[in-house]
Structures are given as C-alpha cells and as structure tokens.
C-alpha cells in the first residue's frame, strides 16, 4: 500500500507493509518476559541491599518457583486421569 500526498507543503511517500512484526502475541509475549525479567530483578537488589539476603534465597518467592514444575505436572496428570476416565466409560443403559 503506497500513500501519496500531493500538497505543496509536502511530498512524501509513505509505504506501508502488513507483513513484517511480531504481531501482538509476540509483543504480548516480549512484554510479560520483560515485566517477568524486571520482577526477579528488582526484588533480588531489594533483598540483597535492604534485607541483606545473600545465596539463592536472594529470589523473590523462591518456594513458589521451587513448587512450579511440580504444580503443573501435578495439573497436567489430573486433566490426563480425567480424559482417560471420560474415554474409557462404557454406556450403562438407565432402567425408569
């Protein structure tokens, strides 16, 4: 798409593409890491200057962190335990 002005204050041509980006899941996606970078960050200098917290517990909710693998394996099992009940259910007829 080529965009043309035709004043006499102005001769530029704009040209415009549709196909380059990251679209907005990409930016959606660089954003979340950045704010996600900024939190582990920011935390770890409050805990190393103000609380003087030193090692590996220098990070922010280090047990939530520590626990996360765990959760979402222990999710990712009960949706699996929950599909294959639903699949391996025989049809019982109903007696009225």
Known sequence: ????LRHP?????????????????????IVMLGLFGGYIIAGAVYR?????IRGIDI???LE???SLPHRAQSACMSLVKRHRQRSSSSYTSVDF
């Open 1 to 4: 798409m080529v965009t043309q």
């Open 59 to 61: 990070i922010p909710n």
């Open 9 to 29: 204050s102005g001769c530029a041509i704009t040209v415009s593409s549709n196909n380059g980006g990251l679209g907005w899941f990409g930016t959606l996606v």
């Open 48 to 52: 190393f200057f103000y609380l003087h």
């Open 64 to 66: 939530f962190w520590a």
